[in-house]
């Protein structure tokens, strides 16, 4: 844990992080760019190290989209080779989760995902499950539509089998059966790199989320960025459609 924590009148409750940029971090530096997804990692974790000890309660980290599996085969095949190290890992941080009470979950599609990590992955959300301070969502896989037409085949199943009728559906319904059920939805999203889109990312949960865009590179995100955010979120005024 670290000290001198900065200390913010209003703290969002759930942050979402696009991490956009790698790729170009390694190109202005002439490597490959699997090299910037490495750093990316680095980062990921860094970051959410930080946000846990200023906090905040929720996480969603953008890790890979289900249109991530239309890039080169090389750089799909690092991205999962980075992620299985990234698990493998985890046992060398058991004693900080402890300390941080850091429940690890992947949000997103499974089927795609090769056998070994899906292992991984699921050895990760088990041995996590216990901790209830903070809540690390890692979007694997992951589209924001697919979230929600998952969501629709389990609400039509369930009037298919007589467990409840359309007139039941309601958008509680939708929420609780995508992938952050029970969670409260983003209170603010980041987007680094220059981008300004959501690209596909938590495409039902941002309805009445704040945006908070950079043209950082995710590979040189810093503590002092999300300090930045925090102090900018302070001053929103969130009126939710009222006055």
């Not at 085949?153 to 029970?182: F, L, P, Q």
């Not at 949960?205 to 810093?222: C, H, K, R, V």
Request: charge should be negative.
């Amino acid at each position: 844990m670290r000290d001198n924590i900065p200390k913010f009148d209003v703290l969002p409750e759930h942050i979402g992080f696009i991490m956009d940029g790698n790729g170009r971090w390694a190109k202005n530096r002439g490597l490959e760019r699997s090299a910037g997804h490495r750093e990316g990692a680095k980062t990921f974790r860094k970051i959410g190290e930080y946000c846990a000890d200023v906090g905040i309660k929720y996480m969603t980290f953008y890790a890979f989209s289900t249109e991530n599996w239309n890039r080169p085969k090389s750089e799909v095949l690092a991205l999962m080779k980075l992620f299985k190290e990234y698990l493998n890992e985890g046992d060398e941080r058991i004693a900080e989760n402890d300390i941080r009470q850091m429940r690890l979950k992947f949000i997103g599609e499974r089927e795609g995902l090769p056998k070994d990590l899906l292992k991984l992955i699921e050895k990760a959300e088990r041995e996590s499950a216990k901790y209830d301070k903070v809540t690390v969502n890692i979007a694997l896989n992951y589209g924001g539509r697919a979230e929600i037409t998952h969501a629709v085949k389990e609400i039509a199943e369930k009037v298919k089998n007589g467990e409840m009728s359309i007139d039941d559906i309601s958008e509680k319904t939708i929420s609780d059966n995508i992938y952050t059920a029970g969670q409260p939805d983003p209170d603010i999203i980041v987007r680094p790199s220059g981008e300004y889109r959501l690209s596909n990312f938590m495409t039902w949960q941002s309805a009445y989320s704040e945006f908070w865009y950079s043209d950082i590179l995710w590979p040189d995100f810093t503590e002092e960025d999300v300090n930045r955010i925090l102090d900018d979120y302070q001053k929103r005024n969130r009126r939710f459609g009222g006055v």
